[in-house]
């Protein structure tokens, strides 16, 4: 009759030294990929956030006019002011779904606050002291924002009008792109160049006379 043999004591040490090691590389691997499913879902929710900025951001600069209007001093604004970090300008094509007693163009800004894309707009062209903006978050966590305008002449423009135009509502704007590079943590620099319509507005070149 055999004797039955049992484990020695070498033997479990070293099985339950492989299960350990085993449970170990699984725990990692689990780890590894719930932290990359985590990356791609938070830089899915990234672009999805962009795209639906950029698609805003488009619907405005599209539908770019030269329709001064009057701020809460009742001082006059061209169509179009830019000062490299920020921009505000007139926009055409203003949805009424409600039929309300309002014009069909926007008078619409972009800017950075505390690291933050703002789109801000106001419900009236021409303001009165007591009219208040409103703004909408469009994007979270921005490095720097810069605005490049372009004129029918192919120059680049940090700030707008340039000191050669004033607004006399004459002729066409020169203006004829606007370029927008964001620097994003999550993304790097981005940047998309926007064609403005033709008709956008009331800036005449300065003529000197000379005497």
């Known amino acids: 009759m055999m004797r039955r043999r049992g484990f020695t004591l070498l033997e479990m040490v070293v099985t339950v030294l492989i299960f350990g090691i085993v449970g170990v590389l699984a725990v990692q691997l689990l780890s590894q990929s719930v932290r990359t499913t985590e990356k791609v ?78 789109r801000r707009y106001w419900e009236v062209l021409d303001r009165a002291q007591d009219t208040e903006p409103i703004d909408q978050l469009l994007l979270q966590t921005v490095n720097s924002i810069q605005f490049e305008l372009l004129d029918r002449n192919g120059e680049e423009h940090y700030f707008w009008p340039p000191s050669t135009y004033i607004d006399e509502g004459e002729i066409y704007s020169p203006l004829v792109a606007v370029r927008l590079t964001l620097e994003l943590p999550q993304l790097g620099t981005v940047s998309h160049l926007w064609l403005v319509p033709i008709t956008t507005g009331p800036l005449r ?4 006379i000379e005497s």
């Not at 405005?60 to 329709?67: E, K, Y």
């Not at 070149?205 to 000197?208: K, M, Y």
């Open 205 to 208: 070149e300065r003529v000197e």
């Open 41 to 118: 879902i938070h830089r899915s929710t990234v672009l999805g956030e962009w795209h639906r900025a950029m698609n805003i951001i488009e619907q405005d600069m599209l539908q770019i006019n030269g329709r001064q209007i009057r701020d809460e001093f009742g001082d006059y604004r061209p169509g179009v002011v830019a000062d490299s970090d920020q921009i505000e300008f007139t926009r055409g094509g203003w949805g009424n779904f409600l039929g309300d007693q309002r014009s069909d163009q926007q008078r619409v800004a972009y800017f950075l606050y505390e690291d933050q894309l703002i």
